[in-house]
């Protein structure tokens, strides 16, 4: 009978680790897509008038990682003319 009760209270406290870890993940997910959707969209309409963002392994990493303030980051830095 303990065994049973013991194994109920460790699955049920791996599901709510798995819908929390699952939950963050998603929302990693999106913010990684709309990073890299407005870094592209930087490039392709020429926002600002600065000039593009180069397109490199890194900046893609950036954003990729960073999501939307990855971006902000890439876009400030290359107001002030540093490239990545």
């Known amino acids: 009978m303990i065994e049973t009760i013991l194994t109920l209270g460790i699955a049920i406290v791996i599901a709510v680790v798995l819908w929390y870890f699952l939950k963050n993940v998603t929302k990693l997910i999106i913010n990684s897509v709309v990073g890299i ?5 930087f490039n392709f309409f020429n926002i600002f008038g600065m000039g593009d963002i180069p397109l490199s392994l890194a900046s893609v990493l950036i954003c990729a990682l960073g999501g939307i303030p990855g971006f902000v980051i890439l876009l400030l830095l290359n107001a002030v003319g540093i490239t990545v």
């Open 37 to 41: 959707v407005l870094l592209l969209a």
